[in-house]
């Protein structure tokens, strides 16, 4: 995630991922693209099968159904919120961590 601060305290979150689907429970925990579907841009979105082939989404009922995932296949999104200037009120950081 990259996270940028304006000087009026906006900020524009910016999330990057790439999924690496291994097994059928990978599958079904990742057929829907929940988060990107709620953040106000997206800018990237598909499924890419180990030959290397890419497929978009299809928007179901305001949610992205992730077409063609099998084990191997990966999936990734970029997607970006914007957060309103919170004026002379501290900032308080999301907590991010790797896994």
């Known amino acids: 995630m990259?996270?940028?601060?304006n000087a009026d305290g906006s900020m524009i979150e910016e999330t990057h991922q790439?999924?690496?689907?291994?097994?059928r429970a990978g599958v079904e925990a990742h057929e829907e693209a929940?988060?990107?579907a709620a953040?106000?841009?997206?800018?990237?979105?598909?499924t890419i099968h180990p030959d290397g082939e890419t497929?978009?989404?299809h928007l179901v009922?305001?949610?992205f159904?992730?077409?063609?995932?099998e084990p191997g296949s990966f999936i990734e999104q970029r997607y970006r919120n914007f957060k309103s200037g919170r004026g002379a009120q501290p900032i308080d950081f999301l907590r991010f961590f790797f896994r």
């Open 39 to 46: 953040a106000e841009q997206v800018l990237l979105l598909r």
């Open 61 to 63: 009922s305001n949610n």
């Open 18 to 23: 790439l999924r690496r689907i291994n097994d």
């Open 2 to 5: 990259i996270l940028r601060v």
């Open 34 to 36: 929940r988060d990107a």
């Open 55 to 57: 497929f978009v989404p």
């Open 65 to 69: 159904s992730m077409p063609k995932i």
